[in-house]
T-cell receptor, first 114, second 111 residues
């Protein structure tokens, strides 16, 4: 247990659905991250939030919309996704976005888009 | 473009063997290198390396960084079946501390 939880753990959705992924960290961290892990590809950074402010959007399509209402919670809103968006979505947190701050990962949400 | 390359991509050994996993990188604005172990889903943190030549150890695992040759190795001695996992190498870059990941090495330890 790393102190970072994600819900749901599995999600199957159609291309016209709207759904949200939730991440919560209980570590007192101020930075939170969304990553995408597709089969046979490296983990890809999607978004970074530092003290609730988005500091990085790694050229992610607008059908992915992040929200960070406070330093403990991070959401990823999904709409009109494509089958190629099927992947494991991992949330991580760290104290801040500093060189000495290790990122701790949640268990991920396995997303399947039909 | 920042790049992290791990080798081998997969490895099968028997219990008791010693393995060495490799990670090389080409990045701008290097800050640190991290190793994670991923079993099933959540990557779990193993080591963070920022200085060359200083070995980090945790039980049977150890790692070292060479910032001149731009690589790191992760050693596992006396492997056990519980060491079976994907080992991820990531390089932290830039002022935001973003992580660039390699594809991982899938280690399978047979009894």
């Amino acid at each position: 247990e790393t102190g970072v939880t994600q819900t749901p753990r599995h999600l199957v959705m159609g291309m016209t659905n709207k759904k949200s992924l939730k991440c919560e960290q209980h570590l007192g961290h101020n930075a939170m991250y969304w990553y995408k892990q597709s089969a046979k590809k490296p983990l890809e950074l999607m978004f970074v939030y530092n003290f609730k402010e988005q500091t990085e959007n790694n050229s992610v399509p607008s059908r992915f919309s992040p929200e960070c209402p406070n330093s403990s919670h991070l959401f990823l809103h999904l709409h009109t996704l494509q089958p190629e968006d099927s992947a494991l979505y991992l949330c991580a947190s760290s104290v801040r976005t500093q060189r000495t701050d290790t990122q701790y990962f949640g268990p991920g949400t396995r997303l399947t888009v039909l | 473009e920042d790049k992290v390359v791990q080798s081998p991509l997969s490895l099968v050994v028997h219990e008791g063997d010693t393995v060495t996993l490799n990670c090389s990188y080409e990045v701008t604005n290097f800050r640190s290198l991290l190793w994670y172990k991923q079993e099933k889903k959540a990557p779990t943190f193993l080591f963070m390396l920022t200085s060359s030549g200083i070995e980090k150890k945790s039980g049977r695992l150890s790692s070292i960084l060479d910032k001149k040759e731009l690589f790191s190795i992760l050693n596992i001695t006396a492997t056990q079946t519980g060491d079976s996992a994907i080992y991820l190498c990531a390089v932290m870059v830039g002022s935001q501390g973003n992580l660039i990941f390699g594809k991982g090495t899938k280690l399978s330890v047979k009894p």
